[in-house]
């Protein structure tokens, strides 16, 4: 099952074999024994401004866009980002709420602290698909991170979550991510997953989403510049 559900996920038509498949009963079966959330997302609809797809369709679309993303990559960082967004959202069901939004006049689906559910469920589900304790710890990080974005802006705002966008902010970011790895190509990694997230989303909304990204990997790229360029001096 593992071979064949790594086949779908790292295709170039994730959406599509994956519901060719689903419909099988015996990969279905096998595949709810160990991810039974599947049919939760399959059924959360996710009706807010923000989504267009219930909550699997986003999932399945944000795979097949990471996967157009990583491509010239090595195959084991294409597998830890189509598993990155395979799971990113699988504990949405669980904390799913309807809400009253004043920004948007009506009433809303919300997911807070999804990100969260994911990782614990990405902790039970990753030992059974054949990743090293190092890649999973790795999946779980971009799984809790995959959201940062929401809370970074590239002016000041009236939100005192909202943080704005500078170098520091970049560097605080990197060594955070050293204690899981390279911070640097984490944080690659993680725009890779914002980008993906942001494609598989309501296109009238994500302009800004986007905006954010090229800017942030704008200034990871000076950081990297200016890193090298310290280190030839230092030689």
């Known amino acids: 099952m593992i071979e064949k559900l790594d086949e779908i996920l790292l295709s170039d038509n994730v959406v599509k074999k994956f519901y060719e498949n689903y419909e099988k009963s015996d990969f279905k079966e096998e595949l709810l024994k160990i991810l039974p959330e599947i049919e939760d997302c399959k059924n959360t609809k996710q009706d807010n401004p923000w989504h267009i797809y219930n909550c699997l369709d986003h999932i399945l679309h944000s795979v097949e866009s990471v996967n157009k993303f990583s491509k010239g990559m090595d195959e084991n960082t294409r597998r830890i980002l189509a598993y990155t967004m395979f799971l990113h959202d699988i504990g949405k069901p669980m904390c799913y709420i309807r809400r009253y939004s004043k920004l948007y006049k009506r009433e809303v689906d919300s997911f807070f602290n999804h990100n969260l559910k994911s990782v614990e469920i990405a902790k039970r589900v990753l030992p059974k698909l054949n990743f090293s304790e190092n890649e999973q710890k790795i999946i779980e990080l971009l799984i809790k991170e995959h959201d940062i974005f929401m809370f970074i802006s590239l002016k000041p705002t009236y939100n005192q979550h909202h943080k704005v966008l500078d170098m520091k902010l970049i560097e605080d970011k990197i060594n955070s991510y050293d204690q899981t790895g390279n911070g640097e190509e984490l944080l690659k990694m993680l725009l890779m997953v914002g ?5 598989a989303q309501n296109p009238e909304m994500t302009k800004s989403s986007f905006e ?6 704008n200034l990871l790229n000076e950081y990297i510049e200016e890193s090298k360029h310290e280190e030839r001096t230092n030689l």
């Open 195 to 199: 980008r993906a997230d942001s494609s």
């Open 212 to 217: 954010l990204l090229d800017a942030m990997d």
